[in-house]
C-alpha cells in the first residue's frame, strides 16, 4: 500500500505542473474574467476568496477528472459542501485504495510575497479522532491511504480596477481585467505543510504554515516528525494537561510541549519559517 501511495503522489504533483497553462493566459493572468448571461453579458467577478476558490475549482475539474480516468481512477465528490473531503480518489480495479483530495486556494502577502495568507487542513474533530466515524467525512478517515493538498497560490491584482457592477458584451472579454495572476500549483501530503496552531476562529480546524517555498516543498513542521506524531498531537490538542515548573497548570496546544511530553526529539520539530529565506 506504501507503493500505491508513493505512485499516486508522484502522478499527482506531475499533475499540477501542468495546470498553470490550463488556467493562465500567456500574461500569467487568470484566463477566467467573469460569468456570462443568456444575452452574451459578461459580469465581472470580486476577488473574494470564498467566491475565487469556487471558480477556480470549478475551472479546475474536467482536468481533474481527465486526470483521475487517465491513472485508472474514479472521482467521489464530498455529499454535502461541510464534508471532508472535497475529492475521493477511488482506484477502479480496487476500491479499496482511496486517496483524499483537499483544493487549497490562498493568495500572496503583497508586502512579504514569499509568504501567503495561509489555509485550514480540515478538522482535528470527530472524524479525526474516531478514524471509523463517518461524521462530515465521504468515507472513514482509515479507509484512505493518505491524505493530500491540491493548492493554488496566487496574486489578487489590488490595483486594478474592478466593477462589480459593470457588464460587457462578450466581444468586449479583453477589457476585463482578470482579479487574479501568477500561479503557483502544488501537491503535497497533509501533514507536511502543518503548523500546531488551529486555523480559523473556534472552529476545530488544524491551521497550515504559510511559508510558500516550503509549502511547496512539503516542510511542515511535522514533515520530520512524520504522520504519526501529526495525528497524536491533533487527536489531543488542548486536552492534556500538565504543570510548569512553577506549579501552574496548563494545556498543551504547541508541539514542542506536545513532544516534551510524550518522550520524543524535539530537535525534529521544523520551526515554523516566516523569513525570505530559510
Given amino acids: 500500500m506504501k507503493k500505491e501511495k508513493k505512485i499516486f503522489e508522484e502522478k499527482l504533483v506531475n499533475f499540477t505542473k501542468k495546470l498553470n497553462d490550463y488556467i493562465s493566459t500567456k500574461d500569467g493572468q487568470w484566463s477566467v474574467k467573469g460569468f456570462i448571461d443568456s444575452y452574451k453579458n459578461v459580469y465581472t467577478i470580486s476577488n473574494d476568496t470564498k467566491i475565487v476558490s469556487k471558480i477556480l475549482e470549478i475551472h479546475l475539474f474536467p482536468e481533474i477528472l481527465r486526470f483521475a480516468k487517465e491513472i485508472g481512477y474514479k472521482i467521489i465528490l464530498a ?31 503583497p508586502k512579504k510575497p514569499y509568504l501567503c495568507n495561509g489555509f485550514t487542513l480540515g478538522s482535528h474533530g470527530k472524524y479525526f479522532e474516531d478514524r471509523s466515524s463517518t461524521k462530515n467525512i465521504q468515507f472513514p478517515y482509515k479507509d484512505y491511504l493518505g491524505h493530500f493538498c491540491l493548492g493554488i497560490i496566487y496574486d489578487r491584482n489590488e490595483s486594478a480596477t474592478i466593477d462589480e ?23 503535497v501530503e ?24 516550503d509549502i511547496k516543498n512539503g516542510r511542515g513542521m511535522f ?7 501529526f495525528d497524536d498531537y491533533w487527536m489531543n490538542f488542548n486536552k492534556i494537561i500538565i504543570t510548569d515548573e512553577n506549579g501552574n497548570s496548563k494545556k498543551i496546544n504547541n508541539l514542542k510541549d506536545f513532544v516534551k511530553y510524550r518522550g520524543g526529539d524535539i530537535s525534529l520539530i521544523v520551526d515554523k519559517n516566516n523569513k525570505e529565506k530559510r
Fill in 223 to 229: 514533515s520530520c516528525l512524520g504522520e504519526k506524531w
Fill in 79 to 109: 455529499e454535502h459542501q461541510n464534508y471532508y473531503p472535497d475529492v475521493t480518489f477511488e482506484k477502479i480495479d480496487n476500491p479499496k485504495i482511496k486517496f483524499a483530495v483537499d483544493f487549497k486556494t490562498t493568495y500572496r502577502n
Fill in 165 to 187: 457592477t459593470k457588464k460587457v458584451k462578450i466581444e468586449e472579454l479583453d477589457t476585463i481585467t482578470s482579479v487574479i495572476s501568477n500561479f503557483d500549483f502544488f501537491a
Fill in 190 to 213: 497533509k501533514y507536511k505543510i502543518a503548523s500546531d496552531k488551529g486555523g480559523s476562529g473556534n472552529t476545530a480546524n488544524i491551521g497550515s504554515i504559510n511559508h510558500i517555498d
